[in-house]
Structures are given as C-alpha cells and as structure tokens.
C-alpha cells in the first residue's frame, strides 16, 4: 500500500516525470483503522521519535498508535518511502489520510479509485 502511494505522490507514474520536479497527484486514504501488518509486526513494531532534550526518546508500539492515531502509521510508511530531499514535506502535504470512510469534502473531488488492487 505505502509504496503506491509513494509513486503516485512523486508523479512515477506519469510519463513526464522527473526526479526534480514535484509532479505527483493528490492522495485519498480510508479506512486508515483496518490497515493490517503481516507476521509479528503488531507485537513488535515501534515507532520512535525524539522531544529533542535529554533522555527525551519516546516509543509508541503499534497497538498503541493504531488506537489513537492510525492515519499516522500510514503517514511515516509513506514517508519512509519517499526520498529524503526538500520535495518531501510537499508530497506529504498532498497525501490525506481518513479513519474511517468518511472523506469530508475530498468525496466529491475523486477521480480514479483503486480498490483491492484494481484501478476504478
């Protein structure tokens, strides 16, 4: 899931595309709470981030995260797969990502689905 949404967030999929360039196509995510992780991810799997001041290294476990956030573990997937240069916060920002079926506003706005592996 996150490395096809990494390649349409930097336009690889469009004939025109150039690593320089920020070419890419908005995402819509849902159904970001039933993302399941294969073997023993779920009891493994931590996620890590620094406050910055000393001893300040804080872990979520993935259980955890999928119960307060789970747009979040789709988010640092993608953006692990995306390069690491100054178009990456850009690609981010196009990427959106719902709990839940409910889109809000972008419901209106979507032109091609891809469901269970199938462009619609």
């Known amino acids: 899931l996150a ?11 469009k004939p025109i595309y150039d690593p ?3 070419c ?3 995402v819509v995510v849902t159904n970001a709470s039933k993302v399941k992780v294969t073997g023993r991810k ?6 890590r981030h620094h406050t910055m001041f000393p001893g300040g290294l804080k872990e ?3 259980r ?15 953006s692990g797969m995306l390069p690491k240069n100054k178009l990456r916060a850009r690609r981010l920002e196009r990427l959106r990502i ?4 409910d889109m809000g506003p972008f419901k209106k706005n ?11």
């Open 60 to 62: 979520i476990s993935y």
């Open 20 to 22: 320089s360039t920020d």
């Open 24 to 26: 890419g196509d908005y």
């Open 42 to 47: 779920e009891q493994q799997l931590v996620y």
């Open 3 to 13: 490395d096809r949404i990494a390649i349409v967030l930097m336009g690889k999929h």
């Open 64 to 78: 955890d995260m999928k119960a307060k956030k789970p747009d979040e573990i789709i988010r640092k997937a993608v």
């Open 110 to 120: 979507v032109i091609q689905r891809w469901e269970d592996g199938t462009l619609q």
């Open 98 to 101: 719902f709990a839940d079926d």
